[in-house]
């Protein structure tokens, strides 16, 4: 008896869990698709840009920090991200790490000095972004949910014939 309540409490935690992962990478696309939406394109002056090596789960991995500069309505902002931010916490951060060869790519790029389109937030001219795509991260929080549900499924399937075998 004791062993059906846990199974029940597991799959129920794993389902809940699973739902808001899903629902927390949905939100982070929405949230950046309406933020990609309601942009407008600016020129932005890069400043610096430098490939910085990070080390995360014992892999090298390499983040372009580009830096730039630009105005609106006079007055002069600061920024250095990349794509939009998906979620309000992130966007003083929005690192976005990939390979040495990518990294590069974007310097040569967003070279220091050259004038190139950007893009920011009307309501918010402090948030700007280097172009319109999305952070990886939100894509990692669905494809994680996602994959919960199916050990979500897969655990009440196999509780049903477990129960359906014991009966």
């Not at 899903?22 to 698709?33: I, M, Q, V």
């Amino acid at each position: 008896m004791r062993r059906k309540y846990l199974q029940f409490f597991g799959l129920t935690f794993l389902g809940i869990l699973s739902l808001l992962m899903a629902s927390f990478g949905a939100l982070g696309y929405w949230t950046e698709h309406n933020e990609m939406k309601a942009s407008k394109p600016i020129p932005v002056k890069v400043l610096s840009s430098q490939l910085t090596p990070l080390t995360q789960g014992g892999h090298l991995r390499y983040t372009a920090d580009i830096r730039y500069t630009y105005s609106v309505k006079g007055k002069p902002y600061y920024g250095n991200q990349l794509v939009a931010p998906p979620w309000p916490t992130l966007k003083q951060d929005n690192t976005i790490t990939g390979s040495n060869q990518w990294a590069s790519h974007l310097l040569q790029q967003y070279k220091a000095g050259s004038v190139l389109t950007g893009f920011y937030l009307s309501k918010e001219p402090a948030i700007s972004f280097l172009t319109k795509g999305y952070h990886p991260a939100t894509f990692r929080f669905m494809e994680l949910g996602g994959l919960f549900i199916v050990f979500f499924a897969v655990g009440l399937c196999l509780r049903k014939f477990l129960l359906a075998k014991t009966a």
